[in-house]
């Protein structure tokens, strides 16, 4: 795979930095800000760095095969470190906890949000920030990466272009994917199969309750469903179980925008999924309720404040379609 001269800085500062380094995944993580952030944790620690990976909520149990995943700490911690790189997230306010930090750096893939200096490597192009940490780590030293550095990357990109059927998925994506099986032995089946297939009943008991609240709106160009927080309790389930529900609305024919709404009352908050088949930018709906994310998939919080039916009121008046 070729070089992207432009990651040339990070890299170079990364190489020459001497401090400690917290490696910060967005809370609630996902497929690619744990597999972006082992990724760099592996390779940085084989450079005698003093690298810590941390998070406020634990690596869901679909990634916990990924290599190193139990060395991540919980989020915050009194440590102060001379860097913290946030990893697949446009704020430190995605980190869902206060950082102390004397710089913080950003590596990512989302547009917009906040800047911190010339050393972050944004790459708005890019499907996955996993691409852009096989980049970065290329520039870096391609000796560095192995098959437990490449399978986590392979599974941020997997995660983030839903196993490569999501818009985002392009012929460079493909071509990424198809260099770290052959050359790193990833084994594709592997990750499919804990990232997938991994079910525990109570996730799919959840699914049910949750499918049971399916809504057309729109004239059937949008589809909403919900999650309580008393459902998961009686249930023994947990915010990780709700992984990848939204995407049921999303699969109905003719729906162009799904809405997943989540109840979190320990935050006070209503936690909101939008996901579209690309013809709609929901970045730009989440945007206005403080979130952001992507064109075809986002996520924003809104107060509980609202009930329910508000918050769905308040969605679908933004959601001009």
């Given amino acids: 795979m070729p070089l992207k001269k432009n990651y040339v800085p990070a890299a ?3 190489k020459n930095f001497k401090g400690s380094i917290l490696l910060a995944s967005h809370e609630n993580p996902d497929g690619d800000t744990v597999g972006s952030a082992l990724a760099l944790y592996l390779a940085l620690k084989k450079l005698g760095k003093d690298i810590t990976v941390g998070c406020k909520d634990k690596v869901p149990y679909f ?3 990924l290599p190193a995943s139990r060395d991540y700490i919980k989020l915050p911690t009194e440590r102060e470190f001379d860097l913290c790189i946030i990893v697949d997230a446009s704020s430190h306010t995605r980190l869902g906890v206060p950082v102390k930090a004397k710089k913080f750096m950003r590596i990512d893939h989302h547009k917009g949000g906040d800047f911190y200096g010339e ?3 944004i790459d708005v192009e890019a499907p996955a920030t996993a691409l852009v940490a096989y980049y970065l780590l290329k520039n870096l030293n391609e000796e560095l990466i192995d098959r437990d550095i490449a399978t986590c990357i392979y599974t941020g990109l997997a995660t983030d272009t839903g196993f490569f059927i999501n818009s985002n998925t392009d ?3 493909l071509k990424l994917a198809a260099y770290l099986v052959k050359r790193y032995k990833v ?3 592997e990750v499919a199969v804990n990232v997938k297939e991994r079910n525990p009943v109570r996730r799919l008991k ?5 499918l049971d609240t399916l809504e057309l709106h729109k004239g059937g160009k949008v589809a909403s469903i919900y999650v309580l927080k008393e459902w998961m309790d009686k249930l023994g389930a947990t915010y990780e179980d709700t992984e990848g529900f939204v995407n049921y609305a999303r699969s109905i024919d003719g729906v162009e925008v799904a809405i997943f709404i989540i109840e979190k009352p320990e935050e006070g908050v209503w936690k909101i999924s939008l996901r ?3 013809n709609f930018d929901v970045s730009k709906v989440c945007e206005k309720f403080g979130g952001g994310g992507h064109e075809y998939a986002a996520g924003c919080k809104i107060d509980r404040k609202y009930s329910l039916e508000e918050v769905k009121k308040l969605l679908l008046e933004a959601i001009n379609l």
């Fill in 206 to 210: 959840l699914l049910s309750k949750v």
């Fill in 12 to 14: 170079e500062f990364l």
């Fill in 187 to 189: 084994d594709p089946h």
């Fill in 171 to 173: 012929a460079d994506t």
């Fill in 276 to 278: 579209s088949k690309g």
């Fill in 119 to 121: 050393h972050d490597l």
């Fill in 63 to 65: 990634l916990e095969f």
